[in-house]
């Protein structure tokens, strides 16, 4: 199995443990870490919008307990005929813990797929660098 059929089949899985009950639009994400490590996490939506939180959210939160700090490469998979991106907040998300090698595959439950760079995804992002930070 390759390393973007693996991140998609861990999307998979936990997209099935997601709480959407008010949208039913399920989402897994799997981020692979410099550690070489998976991560995942689903959305969970709460009745009291917006403070449910996104697949990728919760990934990411998965990853820094895990004590991983830099996303290789991430996997988002939803219930859409046609590969789902991460949302705008998300996008912002994941510029925090990547770099410009970083690679977001977006997957739809149809099977299509397609990879982007951070670059097209955020452009001219704002990231820990603008503020003196470590970060790329």
Known sequence: ???????????AQVRARAHAPYSRFAVGAAIRGSDGGLYVGCNVENAAYP????AEQNAIGAMIAGGERRIVEIAVLGDAGAPV????ACRQRIREFADA??????GAV??????????EL????FGPGHL?????
């Open 1 to 11: 199995m390759s390393g973007i059929d693996e991140l998609f089949a861990a999307a």
């Open 101 to 106: 090698a970083t690679r977001i595959h977006a």
């Open 85 to 88: 991106t991460p949302c705008g």
């Open 51 to 54: 403070s449910g939180t996104c």
């Open 122 to 125: 955020l452009p001219d992002a």
């Open 132 to 136: 003196g930070g470590a970060g790329a």
């Open 110 to 119: 149809s099977g299509e797929r397609r990879s982007y760079g951070m670059a």
